[in-house]
């Protein structure tokens, strides 16, 4: 089956770097878009960034300019680098990759969910403290 696998989420403080990894396997993954979610108890689940399968990139506006994500087709991975920190970060992070285009936010982030054209991770919590 489909698996994505996240890693390097945890503690960092404000105004400090963290850098988020989604491996996938059982899929091909440049037909994918790859992206994040984020989810807070306060918050829908909003995309925060993604890099499509046609080398364009979006990022969430609260992002821009302090976020990076990048895809390696070979190692099947996709990151996201996270530089500038705030606490409004702080969030469960979720690694999705979709046949289509991704809708900006959901009501909720679907941990390990397989839909229609998506498939996505366990998530992993971001905590960022002063």
């Known amino acids: 089956g489909v698996q994505l696998v996240e890693t390097g989420g945890g503690p960092v403080q404000v105004g400090g770097s963290l850098t988020l990894s989604c491996t996938a396997s059982g899929l091909r993954f440049d037909d994918y878009d790859l992206g994040w979610y984020r989810q807070s108890p306060e918050n829908e689940c909003d995309l925060v960034s993604a890099a499509h399968s046609d080398g364009s990139r979006h990022y969430a506006e609260s992002v821009e300019g302090r976020f990076t994500i990048s895809r390696d087709n070979a190692k099947n991975t996709v990151f996201l680098q996270m530089n500038s920190v705030n606490p409004e970060d702080s969030a469960v992070y979720f690694c999705?990759?979709?046949?289509?285009?991704?809708?900006?936010?959901?009501?909720?982030?679907?941990?390990?969910?397989?839909?229609?054209?998506?498939?996505w991770g366990q998530g992993t919590q971001v905590t960022v403290s002063s």
């Open positions: 999705v990759a979709d046949r289509v285009r991704m809708p900006k936010w959901h009501l909720h982030c679907q941990p390990s969910a397989v839909t229609r054209t998506s498939y």
